[in-house]
């Protein structure tokens, strides 16, 4: 059975609508449902919607509409019954695992008993469900990391991490586009920009999108970040 939707107020101008306190693919599925469902109705007011895990984050126009009528809009439309989204697009990301590209490796290997191929193996082989994307811009959240090489969040998060960098926090494992600091554990880089401003579009990856990992070489690491560099996506859309 379904949690109830819950709409909560975040100031004088947003509210959240909580469906539910899990990390769940059809959780997120009716977040992504209900974040098309505004986009196709268009309520007075909604200035933006933000899907994440399991609640859509709305900004609205406190002069055209107010808290009470968009709470109610969303709470009716939150217990409907949705359409699931269609499937997203799956994309291959380049990867270079280890070394100075993945200094946390060596840890995850003793931490989980794997040696560090088979950590790579093992991440490498996953196929990611992006679920959100946020923090940063670009920087995005996935779920699906084997469990056998899940390792909890440092304790003392490092001051910054490069551009590209690859890395899992507990059950996830992310995708940062900008240098920043980081509580999660460096594994590879990619030389892809999931975010570039010069770019069109800025963003190319979306909730509800899936992404597979292919392991690169030092040099082909070098070559693919000079291309990424010049605009190119570097990411390709792939079979699932």
């Known amino acids: 059975m379904k949690p109830e939707p819950v709409i909560l107020p975040c100031g004088d101008s947003a509210l959240s609508v909580e469906l539910g306190a899990v990390i769940d693919e059809t959780l997120n599925g009716r977040v992504l449902a209900l974040d098309a469902l505004v986009t196709a109705e268009s309520p007075p007011g909604v200035i933006e919607t933000i899907p994440t895990y399991r609640s859509l984050f709305v900004v609205y126009d406190p002069v055209v509409a107010d808290y009470a009528t968009l709470a109610a809009w969303f709470l009716d439309r939150a217990n409907r019954a949705l359409t699931p989204p269609k499937p997203g697009r799956n994309w291959q990301f380049p990867v270079c695992y280890g070394a100075e590209h993945g200094i946390d490796l060596p840890f995850i290997a003793s931490r989980t008993g794997l040696s560090e191929a088979e950590v790579v193996r093992r991440?490498?082989?996953?196929?990611?469900?992006?679920?959100?994307?946020?923090?940063?811009?670009?920087?995005?959240?996935?779920?699906g990391l084997d469990a056998a090489i899940s390792v909890p969040r440092r304790d003392d998060p490092r001051l910054t991490s490069p551009t590209g960098t690859i890395s899992i926090g507990g059950i996830q494992t992310g995708i940062q586009c900008l240098a920043s600091p980081t509580g999660w554990h460096l594994i590879g880089r990619t030389p892809a920009r999931t975010y570039d401003p010069n770019r069109d579009p800025v963003f190319f990856l979306e909730p509800g999108d899936t992404v597979r990992f292919i392991a690169v070489s030092p040099d082909e690491f070098t070559a693919l970040e000079r291309r990424a560099a010049a605009g190119e996506r570097v990411a390709e859309a792939g079979n699932p």
């Open 123 to 143: 991440h490498a082989a996953g196929l990611y469900r992006v679920y959100m994307m946020g923090f940063l811009p670009g920087f995005t959240y996935l779920g």
